[in-house]
């Protein structure tokens, strides 16, 4: 057996929240840890078995790639929350967030079950659609949007029993891709089934595929119709990191203003020409290939990679470049100004004393505390993935403090 890690991130009612000294227990493959939350709401990363890489590195049914374990989170008045099936990877860090409610009381109890990645379990093949469906229909949205949130109904479309989960864009992507495909996969591989799960999404907002159709959502969680979605699943750091990355990147052929409905497979169970092939673009990062050039072999040489302009909510675009030290402006006093108001919630970022717009090593030393506890690669530079973290951050901070004081 190899070795993976996992770090478990509490919250109560939302990311806003977090929650210090919630006890936390991992079981299940002969293992039984007992760890206690810190200031905040975060474990440590914490080393637990898991089969040996290879096993996710080539299509296989024999030996499930993945270990599970069973995350249990107590707080005395806040009840307890469990997530079964939580999957580690070897060599992946997995995150897991466990949510506890203010509203179930203190004998509440909140299960979540962590299911398969569809590249393991095959689902409901999807419903063939037309590749050109935004031209088809009517579009009622005048350019394309990075929504702040999107409403996914977790089932069928028809099925009026199935809820609806608010859910934030970055983490809509997170999940699906986390619950499509192995996070050991080359980065690139990564990058290119990022770019197809954001372009359809962007499809199903621009078109408001469901709303124009008198549905109360923007996408389902079924295969047949969508993408998988499984709500408060396990996410890995290697998805992670790519999404923030490039969440705001879509497919576009010349000449049309909708995102292209990219449409995909696993490859192996089920094989059709003009969509991406999961395993085949594995195998297209394994000799090499980045993003760019794994798309356009499955969608065409003259499909298009292009950058949403507006993220409705967030306060302000990414500059442009990425802030470090020595740099001055407005830019950085925004910067200094949001992560002063998240220490709120997440005292551990330092404050920083002269939010007077110069990139200084209190700064340095915030983000690199910011970056550290949500799972960003620690390097004390703002980049866009970091920027737009601290922005999304910040947005659920200020909007849990308007609730409170009821500005």
Known sequence: MAIGHLVVNVFVDNVAQPLMGARV??????????????ESGRTEAIALEAPNIEYSLEPQTIVQPWETYNVTVTKD??????????????????????????????????????????????????????P????????????????????????????????????SFSDYIK?????????????????????????????????????????????????????????????FDTISNVVDEVFMEYLKFPGRSYPFFAQYSDGINVVREGWLSQWGSKSLGDQGYNSLQIVRYYYGNTIELVTAEIVPGLPTSFPGYNLTEGACGEEVQLLQNALNKI?????????????????GPDTIEAVKVFQRVFNLPVTGIVNFATW????????????????????
């Open 25 to 38: 227990n991992i079981s299940g493959n002969n293992t039984n840890i007992n760890v206690v939350t810190d």
């Open 343 to 359: 220490r709120g919630s997440y005292p551990a970022i330092p404050s920083i004393q002269k939010a007077n717009g110069i990139y």
């Open 388 to 407: 737009y973290r601290i922005s999304a951050i910040f947005v659920a901070v200020s909007n849990m403090l308007k609730g409170i004081f009821n500005e």
């Open 77 to 130: 008045g806040l009840g307890t929350g469990t997530v079964l099936g939580v999957q580690v990877y070897a060599g992946i860090t997995s995150i897991q967030d466990v949510y506890l409610s203010t509203t179930t009381g203190g004998s509440g109890k909140i299960t979540t079950i962590v299911p398969p990645p569809t590249i393991w379990d095959n689902e409901v093949p999807k419903i063939v659609e037309h």
């Open 175 to 235: 999940n699906v891709t986390s619950s499509e495909i192995y996070p050991s996969w080359p980065r690139e591989t990564l990058k290119a089934n990022v770019h197809a799960i954001v372009s359809f999404t962007l499809n199903r907002v621009y078109t408001e595929w469901y709303y124009s159709k008198g549905y109360n959502f923007t996408i389902t969680s079924s295969t047949a119709y969508d993408q998988k979605y499984s709500h408060n699943r396990t996410i």
């Open 132 to 167: 050109e469906i935004g031209s088809l229909e009517s579009k009622v949205l005048p350019r394309v949007v990075i929504p702040e949130y999107i409403i996914v109904h977790d089932g069928i479309p028809t099925d009026t029993y199935a809820p609806n989960y608010y859910v």
